[in-house]
Nanobody
């Protein structure tokens, strides 16, 4: 089992930036990818990005493409999500999770993710 801890959330003005961190401990080599999800009040959880464990290939949902960047530091067992040009609609609780097995060919289907962090709140408001 992998334990995940997110940090880096907070309050930021529209157009601002934040960098989220996800530190993993435990069986850190035992999953396909690390993904970032978010959930806004009254909305379903949305998968926004992942980075593959094997080769570092990344993927972004259209809602964040061009603004967010996922990266990793293997020595620190940490995955980052750099978020730029933030918008009020980016307000949500952000979670990182580890992919046990893709579901239906999707690497961002939350049903394939087994270990989840506790989440970090991101609020974009003036």
């Amino acid at each position: 089992q992998v334990q995940l801890v997110e940090s880096g959330g907070g309050l930021v003005q529209p157009g601002g930036s934040l960098r989220l961190s996800c530190v993993a401990s435990g069986k850190t080599l035992d999953y396909y990818a690390t993904g970032w999800f978010r959930q806004a009040p009254g909305k379903e959880r949305e998968g926004i990005s992942y980075i593959k464990s094997s080769d570092g290939v990344t993927y972004y949902a259209d809602s964040v493409k061009g603004r967010f960047t996922i990266s990793r530091d293997n020595a620190k067992n940490t995955v980052y999500l750099q978020m730029n040009s933030l918008k009020p609609e980016d307000t949500a609780v952000y979670y990182c999770a580890t992919l046990q097995r893709p579901v239906g060919g999707s690497w961002l289907d939350s049903r394939g993710y087994r270990s989840w962090g506790q989440g970090t709140q991101v609020t974009v408001s003036s």
